[in-house]
């Protein structure tokens, strides 16, 4: 069974550095790009970026590039979402994902496909 | 780049009946790559349909996908009180670049 498994809840004050991780298990680490997803109090989710556990290729959301650094340890099968300074902004709760590739007629298809629960950080002084 | 805009915002309905949602892109894009996701309070979002029209595994058949070039639309035809969630569409492009729209809640 495809599983992603969060870490805990963070309570943060501005300036703090701060990683959270997604421990994934049950298929090929290297062969799937897994993606961060957030979700601001009340609000809508939002891509943040990807990475490519093989070759740590990133790719990044125009609005959250520079902001936050996305990796992958191969060797534990986990990826990261890391903050060198957070802010009171970055409260919300955080999602990673699998992002699976389907290959049907000649056509190409990407989505997310299995997810974790989820990490609530909150950022306040 | 992309700006997918849903309507409506909220959609009250009933259980039973057919819920029509809409999701527009800034500029024509190819039905590939419009994906659409259910995500209800406290839990993970769940993947509903890809390539615009193509139903992801285990979701049931009351859930359609149908549109092309800037207008898309994601059918429920019977609306069971599971149903009841916000409902994102997703576009991505050759440089697995993704962006969501903004949702639309359906709700009782």
């Known amino acids: 069974e495809v599983q992603l498994l969060q870490s805990g809840a963070e309570v943060k004050k501005p300036g703090e550095s701060l990683r959270i991780s997604c421990k994934t298990s049950g298929y090929i680490f290297t062969n799937y790009w897994v993606g961060w997803v957030r979700q601001m109090p009340g609000k809508g989710l939002e891509w943040m970026g990807i990475v490519y556990p093989r070759d740590s290729d990133t790719r990044y959301s125009p609005s959250f590039q520079g902001q936050v650094t996305i990796s992958a340890d191969k060797s534990i099968t986990t990826a990261y979402l890391e903050w060198s300074s957070v802010k009171a902004s970055d409260s919300g709760i955080y999602y990673c994902a699998r992002q699976t590739l389907v290959r049907e007629n000649f056509y190409y298809y990407y989505f997310m496909d299995v997810w974790g629960k989820g990490t609530t950080v909150t950022v306040s002084s | 780049e992309v700006v997918l805009t849903q309507s409506p915002g909220t959609l009250s309905l009933s259980p039973g009946a057919r819920a029509t949602l809409s999701c527009r892109a800034s500029?024509?894009?190819?039905?590939?790559?419009l994906t659409w996701y259910q995500h209800k309070p406290g839990q993970a979002p769940r993947v509903l349909i890809y390539?615009?029209?193509s139903r992801a595994t285990g979701i049931p058949d009351r859930f359609s996908g149908s549109g092309s070039g800037t207008d898309f639309t994601l059918t429920i035809s019977r609306l069971e009180p599971e149903d009841f969630a916000v409902y994102y569409c997703q576009h991505y492009n050759s440089s697995l670049l993704f962006t969501f729209g903004p949702g639309t809640k359906v709700e009782i």
């Open positions: 390539g615009a029209s």
């Open positions: 500029q024509s894009i190819s039905n590939t790559y």
